[in-house]
């Protein structure tokens, strides 16, 4: 598993003496160490299958990465803990980033029925949007090496909150 190497007994006893508090804070810290990877790689994918979409575009206030948010971990109300990556986008007024979803799951054929108002004897192609999975590859690329992030960062926390006492 590239080298990676973990006494998970060891470490579950380090945990136990952690108190409550700590053991949150160390689960949230690996949670969001594990979110932002997966988010940086979605980023990558995104700009990898997307060029021209470096500067910006005219029509919208942002570019298209942006809408590759991140949530920190939480708290559910049934005590689980959970940290979100999606590519919803935003909904403030001008951003372009709902865009990412037809991006990711693509669109069927469209074809226009009228024209101003009136309707045309042939219905006009006007296309489809291919999907381009950036999400999904870059989720199934991480998630083998999301149990390693997880552990290697509940062990530097718990080691760095052991030392701070």
């Not at 690996?30 to 470096?54: E, G, P, Y």
């Not at 940290?83 to 054929?109: C, D, N, Y």
Request: proline share 2%.
């Amino acid at each position: 598993m590239n080298g990676f190497v973990t006494n998970i007994d060891e470490m579950f006893e380090k945990f136990a003496e952690l108190t409550s508090t700590e053991m949150t804070r160390a689960i949230k810290r690996a949670l969001n160490k594990a979110a932002v990877q997966l988010q940086r790689l979605t980023k990558s994918n995104l700009s990898s299958m997307i060029k021209s979409d470096t500067g910006g575009h005219g029509k919208y206030n942002d570019r298209l990465e942006n809408g590759v948010m991140r949530r920190s971990a939480s708290a559910s109300y049934d005590e689980e803990m959970t940290a979100m990556v999606h590519i919803m986008g935003s909904r403030s007024s001008g951003s372009g980033t709902f865009r990412l979803k037809f991006l990711e799951g693509g669109t069927k054929e469209r074809y226009a029925q009228t024209y101003k108002g009136r309707p045309l004897k042939k219905p006009r192609y006007l296309g489809q949007i291919k999907p381009m999975y950036f999400f999904k590859s870059a989720n199934e690329t991480i998630e083998p090496q999301l149990e390693r992030i997880y552990i290697e960062e509940i062990d530097k926390a718990i080691d760095k909150i052991n030392q701070s006492n």
